[in-house]
């Protein structure tokens, strides 16, 4: 089972920066919404009624105007603004294509977002975000491939990938506090002999001992310089390390107070249970398909779901996905599978 599904700790007990900005989402929803916008936020208001089946998803989203209407206040909670001229203007009604009244420039819903281009239309996004969301142990390309009824594999990989990145990025911040540190080799797939080394960081929460924030990265080999560049993103400064007591950790007491553990060709204990569940994950759910090369995006993806759970409930970490998509485009297919990571 993965590690996350194992640790359901967090619900109720914090809160998560993103739980902010998804509240403002919601509120701003409230005030921009006329007759049939209200519908569609009255079933999103009550968390009871947040879609758990496709056939309560298709209640909510019935058609591409509904779909059309709650990605456009996602994106410009406080009105239309242009990206030409920035002038904002709160009267202009949901569209896909709009055309700015101060300086004449179109735009699109979708410029700038990750799905920028696309030929789809929004209801398959809007579903694909969702069920990324209510899935808990993670879903696999052929598995969105058959709920969207896409023709391409391509097409269910290439998305796939481009949500993973939105994950990445909107799961940015660092361990802190009491952290465990670790690397070993993972297999992505059991039958083939590629191995991968990751390094991985996880808190200690206290008093309870729960575990806390994770992150993960693929490094060429364990070394200093590896070590540090990790910690510089994964690990506050000041925070207390438990480490193995390895050359390539000693370096480690910059970012703040070192704890070595007993055994120095160990890891922490919650360390090599995390990286364990990792292999089980993308062995189970993604059946040993996944690359050494995109190996990364996949760990982005399995942070995020378990560094998720602090969010409230399903619905918060929904909007929290959907607004990382609105926000930024992600790189095309020709340059996902290019991607050396
Ligand atoms: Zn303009």
């Not at 000041?238 to 007491?253: H, M």
């Not at 040993?288 to 399995?302: N, P, R, S, T, W």
Request: proline share 5%; hydrophobic share 35%; charged share 20%.
């Amino acid at each position: 089972m993965p590690y996350f599904l194992e640790n359901s700790f967090y619900h109720g007990k914090s809160t998560l920066d993103l739980a902010s900005s998804v509240q403002s989402c919601e509120i701003k929803w409230i005030s921009h919404a006329t007759h049939s916008e209200g519908q569609v936020h009255s079933k999103l208001s009550k968390i009871s009624h947040f879609p758990q089946t496709e056939f309560e998803f298709q209640g909510l989203f019935p058609d591409e105007e509904s779909c059309v209407t709650y990605l456009f206040h996602t994106k410009w909670s406080h009105g239309f603004e242009c990206p030409n001229c920035m002038s904002r203007n709160d009267a202009i009604s949901p569209r896909k294509s709009i055309t700015c009244p101060q300086c004449g420039s179109h735009t699109s819903l979708t410029t700038d977002t990750v799905m920028h281009g696309t030929k789809k239309n929004l209801y398959s996004w809007l579903l694909a975000i969702w069920w990324l969301c209510t899935n808990e142990g993670g879903t696999s390309a052929k598995d969105l491939q058959r709920l969207l009824g896409l023709a391409s594999y391509q097409t269910a990989w290439t998305w796939m990938q481009k949500l993973r990145m939105v994950m990445a990025a909107a799961d940015s911040i660092p361990c802190h506090g009491l952290v465990q540190v670790g690397s070993a080799e993972v297999s992505p797939a059991w039958e083939k002999p590629e191995r991968a080394r990751v390094i991985t960081a996880a808190e200690t929460l206290l008093p309870s001992g729960i575990t806390g924030r994770i992150r993960m990265q693929v490094i060429d080999l364990l070394s200093a310089t590896s070590v540090t560049a990790f910690l510089r993103t994964a690990v506050q400064s000041g925070s207390s390390i438990v480490a193995p007591g390895l050359p390539p950790y000693a370096d480690a007491e910059k970012y703040g107070s070192i704890y070595v553990i007993d055994s120095p060709t160990e890891n922490p204990d919650r360390i090599s249970e995390i990286l364990s569940s990792v292999e089980i994950w993308l062995n189970k759910v993604h059946r040993g398909g996944v690359a050494i090369k995109h190996l990364q995006h996949y760990l982005d993806e399995f942070c995020f779901r378990n560094n998720s759970i602090i969010l409230p409930d399903k619905q918060s970490v929904f909007i929290a996905l959907l607004k990382g998509c609105m926000a930024g485009k992600t790189m095309p297919y020709r340059e996902l599978v290019s991607d050396q990571h």
